[in-house]
């Protein structure tokens, strides 16, 4: 799945691509190498729109989305406790609830530094509009037998943190993913797994 930001102008365009793509490379988060963020125009001249679209390469030698670095047990990607507890999880690197949550925040975070005004999300949620990012994330049940995301959510979903640090959003309780997490860097993990500190 990808996500889509849409901008004002290809200067705003290409400055977010950057600080997102330095964002992804130190995150869980991988998108298939450079090619996995990129802007794109369209309409006539006079009129073009522009926007960053985020982990879809065209499967140019990969299969195109959003995945984690490293493979975990995945219950799915659904708001609220996994009921399928009797069948095991696969293990696998794609995006839970939680994780996608923590995708959404990292984006908004580049977009609230940058001052963007304009429209975030995916295919199952927006996750920002003009300058208000969402913070909050509900449920419905649409199918059985998990709850499904509130595609666009109320307007009390939203709040504008442009320039100022933004709190966590939040979810139904017991939504499966990893919060909190952040990748080591290399010469740390080195460091840590030899002893040495020089």
Same mark, same amino acid.
């Given at each position: 799945?990808?996500?889509?930001?849409?901008?004002?102008?290809r200067?705003?365009?290409?400055r977010?691509?950057?600080?997102?793509?330095?964002?992804?490379?130190?995150?869980r988060?991988?998108?298939?190498?450079?090619?996995?963020?990129?802007?794109?125009?369209k309409?006539?001249?006079?009129?073009?729109?522009?926007?960053v679209?985020?982990g879809?390469?065209?499967?140019?030698g990969?299969?195109g989305?959003?995945?984690?670095?490293?493979?975990?047990?995945?219950?799915?990607?659904h708001?609220?406790?996994?009921?399928?507890?009797?069948?095991?999880?696969?293990?696998?690197?794609?995006?839970?609830?939680?994780?996608?949550?923590?995708?959404?925040?990292?984006?908004?975070?580049?977009l609230?530094?940058?001052?963007?005004?304009? @429209?975030?999300?995916?295919?199952?949620?927006?996750?920002?509009?003009?300058?208000?990012r969402?913070?909050?994330?509900?449920?419905?049940?649409?199918?059985?037998?998990h709850?499904d995301?509130?595609?666009?959510?109320?307007?009390?979903?939203?709040?504008?943190?442009?320039?100022?640090?933004?709190?966590r959003?939040?979810?139904?309780?017991?939504?499966?993913?990893?919060v909190? @997490?952040r990748?080591?860097?290399?010469?740390?993990?080195?460091?840590?797994a030899?002893?040495?500190?020089?």
């Amino acid at each position: 799945m990808a996500m889509v930001i849409k901008v004002a102008d290809r200067e705003t365009a290409c400055r977010v691509r950057k600080k997102l793509w330095r964002k992804l490379e130190a995150s869980r988060f991988d998108v298939g190498g450079p090619d996995g963020v990129r802007v794109e125009e369209k309409g006539r001249p006079g009129r073009e729109k522009f926007s960053v679209v985020v982990g879809n390469n065209r499967g140019g030698g990969y299969f195109g989305g959003i995945r984690l670095r490293e493979a975990k047990d995945n219950c799915g990607n659904h708001p609220g406790p996994c009921v399928l507890t009797f069948k095991p999880h696969k293990v696998n690197k794609y995006l839970e609830g939680r994780d996608w949550v923590a995708l959404n925040d990292m984006v908004n975070d580049v977009l609230d530094a940058a001052g963007v005004d304009g @429209w975030a999300g995916t295919s199952l949620v927006t996750i920002r509009q003009g300058r208000r990012r969402r913070v909050h994330y509900g449920a419905t049940y649409a199918r059985y037998p998990h709850m499904d995301w509130e595609k666009d959510g109320s307007s009390a979903d939203y709040e504008d943190h442009c320039g100022k640090k933004a709190p966590r959003s939040r979810c139904p309780a017991d939504t499966p993913g990893l919060v909190g @997490w952040r990748r080591r860097r290399a010469r740390a993990a080195t460091q840590e797994a030899t002893g040495c500190t020089t």
